[in-house]
């Protein structure tokens, strides 16, 4: 996947990248045909999450060295992040080309093709990503949404199974299996996926709301409701702690 963090720089941390970010520019400016100095500054702005300046300095680092993958694949994440998902197409396209065994460059396609409902195409890289990582979860949780929006239960099962396996904690692949097994009118084995997922996360209220849709398929009404009063509540309860935390955010509070 992606090798760079998303975190933003802490304030322990703004005088060392401070230091790091002067050092780069004097590499620039000592020689402005340094391509490396461009990538390595584009990763210090990536991580302050000033995307417009990295993505400039990623293409800097290209237009001096047109052979460098990494380049082209920083710049077609940030690309992705700022959801222009052709450009980052193009760009993880670029780095197939350079470099075909860069299994993340067909792993960050895969998404960008799903963000654009090009589901085939998505799909096709996922399953090259899979060979190249046959013990990536999360890849296999993506190829199992991507199989469940096209209609294809038992392949979408299949997958969320091997997402399982490798990360018994992903809440995700439970819950997308527990709704292939409703939708195939396996009512007893849905439940038992959304009762995983509670139990992984509590506060899921999507889960309390499909679990009441499958009690109320199986006539046990009194389940269903009690389910459907506690997903409201759970999800009103987020709300609570999104406004909370915004006012927090706003007051200027630590």
């Known amino acids: 996947t992606h090798a760079f963090s998303d975190a933003k720089v802490s304030h322990g941390g703004e005088g060392l990248w401070a230091g790091v970010l002067a050092a780069c520019n004097y590499a620039i400016e000592s020689n402005p045909s340094d391509a490396s100095a461009y990538f390595e500054r584009g990763n210090i702005y990536e ?7 990295a993505i400039a300095d990623y293409a800097k680092a290209i ?34 080309e350079l470099a075909p ?4 460059a067909y ?28 013990t990536h979860a999360f890849a296999y949780y993506l190829r199992g949404c991507l199989y469940h929006l096209a209609g294809e239960t038992d392949c979408a099962i299949a997958d969320y199974s091997e997402a399982i396996k490798f990360d018994p904690e992903c809440a995700g692949a439970y819950f997308g299996r527990g709704d292939a097994y409703r939708q195939q009118s396996k009512l007893d084995r849905a439940l038992v996926e959304y009762d995983r997922v ?3 996360v509590p506060k899921a209220a999507p889960a309390y709301n499909n679990r009441g849709i499958t009690y109320e398929l199986r006539g046990d009404y009194g389940r269903a409701i009690g389910d459907y ?7 009103f309860r987020a709300v609570e702690r999104f406004l909370e935390d915004g006012l ?4 200027g509070v630590d």
């Open 107 to 134: 792993y960050n396609r895969g998404i960008a093709y799903g963000k654009m409902d090009k589901h085939d195409l998505a799909i096709a890289d996922l399953t090259t990503f899979i060979r190249f990582e046959p």
């Open 229 to 235: 009063t506690k997903g409201i509540e759970e999800r």
């Open 198 to 200: 509670i139990a992984i």
């Open 248 to 251: 927090v955010n706003f007051n």
């Open 47 to 53: 991580h302050a999450r000033v995307y417009r300046r």
């Open 101 to 104: 065994a860069r299994s993340d």
């Open 63 to 96: 237009e001096i060295e047109p052979a460098s993958a990494d380049a082209y694949l920083s710049r077609g994440y940030l690309y992705g992040a700022l959801r222009e998902h052709g450009r980052a197409v193009a760009d993880f396209t670029k780095v197939i």
